[in-house]
């Protein structure tokens, strides 16, 4: 029996896209200086450390070969199409350019192997969000380990993750700042953590239920820890980091003002996945969940609405900022909800009614 999807952190989902969006586009439209005083990087450490927490929420035993081939095949099916297509149509606008892209880095990037280099070029290549979904491949691969036995081994098993990410950013403190920026934000290995975290945060989601028990407690719960959240968001970033008193190593520096957030966001995800507050309920809108569902899709095809306006000139014309930002919204809107229809959703079908077996259930 399918788990039952929790609403509020499908919602979650759009607004971590959201923060990518503005984080990339705000040199465009500036969203009234905002945007400079965020660090909207951490969108990425919330996405890990929700994926952590619904895989194990919907897959908490993997116990056969057959159970192993379907979670492999539902994790395929759900990120390679969209990304295939990305790639495709990121090498499109790169031919437009008149660029190009080597073969190594093209093939790197369609195997979802390209965040395992730490050449800038390559990680970032074709479309440049797709290195997280790198670093997901990895998660995934992993994760039949990570939830093995887990009741019982995953304190080992976090405290294991945090001293394998603090290693990568030790060992690579006197590095360039490439180096450093690959070891502390890009590598599959350094934000493994992250996700899990989201693993552990399930594991503790009885023991918090008991302590909330609904009503207002909850809903104080929820909006204390939205505000710590978005409080840590505003101050994490780079300069303030660097500025402080004890002087962090840079690489340190680098993955708290992009990484940093996790640990909240673990306790965020905690909190409303329990669904017994305000803030929950108002996530449980509609209009939100649809938004949360195509998020992937909008994270996937952003930068690509963005890079294909602006070389058509459709930044160009004398509009206020305002309404460039509305229209390349419902714009980058649009494109993911067909992605999201007529990619996404068809593609998962096709590839699990095709090659799941007959005992096996759709994602």
Not at 45 to 56: H, K, N
Not at 320 to 336: F, G, Q, R, S, T
């Amino acid at each position: 029996m399918p788990a039952k999807q929790i609403n509020s952190l499908t919602s979650l989902r759009f607004f971590a896209a959201a923060m990518v969006v503005v984080f990339h586009t705000r040199r465009e439209f500036g969203y009234f200086g905002l945007a400079d005083h965020l660090a909207l990087t951490q969108a990425v450490s919330l996405f890990f450390v929700l994926s952590g927490y619904i895989l194990a929420h919907t897959h908490r035993t993997i116990t056969s070969r057959s159970d192993l081939f379907i979670f492999y095949l539902k994790r395929f099916a759900r990120i390679w199409p969209l990304h295939l297509a990305g790639a495709a149509a990121a090498l499109w606008l790169i031919h437009f350019e008149g660029g190009s892209v080597r073969g190594e880095d093209a093939i790197l990037n369609v195997l979802l192997l390209h965040a395992w280099s730490s050449d800038i070029t390559t990680y970032f290549s074709l479309n440049g969000v797709s290195w997280s979904l790198s670093d997901e491949a990895f998660f995934y691969a992993v994760f039949p380990l990570l939830i093995w036995r887990v009741n019982a081994t995953w304190v080992v098993k976090l405290a294991a993750t945090v001293l394998v990410t603090a290693a990568m950013l030790l060992a690579f403190k006197n590095m360039g700042r490439p180096l450093m920026l690959w070891s502390a934000y890009i590598s599959p290995i350094t934000r493994l953590s992250e996700f899990m975290m989201g693993i552990a945060a399930y594991q503790l989601r009885g023991k918090l239920r008991s302590v909330i028990e609904g009503g207002w407690r909850a809903s104080a719960l929820e909006i204390g820890t939205a505000l710590i959240v978005a409080s840590a968001i505003w101050v994490a970033d780079l300069k303030f980091v660097s500025d402080l008193p004890f002087h962090p190593i840079k690489p340190v520096a680098i993955w708290l003002s992009n990484c940093g957030v996790g640990v909240l966001f673990t306790l965020l995800i905690a909190v409303f996945a329990l669904e017994g507050g305000a803030l929950s309920r108002l996530l449980q809108a509609r209009l939100l969940i649809y938004l949360g569902k195509i998020s992937f899709a909008l994270y996937m095809m952003h930068q690509l609405v963005l890079r294909y306006a602006e070389d058509h000139g459709y930044m160009a014309p004398d509009y206020p900022v305002a309404a460039k930002a509305a229209l390349y919204w419902l714009a980058a809107i649009a494109v993911a909800a067909a992605a999201h229809h007529l990619i996404e959703i068809p593609a998962q079908r096709v590839i699990l009614s095709r090659f799941t077996p007959r005992r096996g259930v759709m994602a």
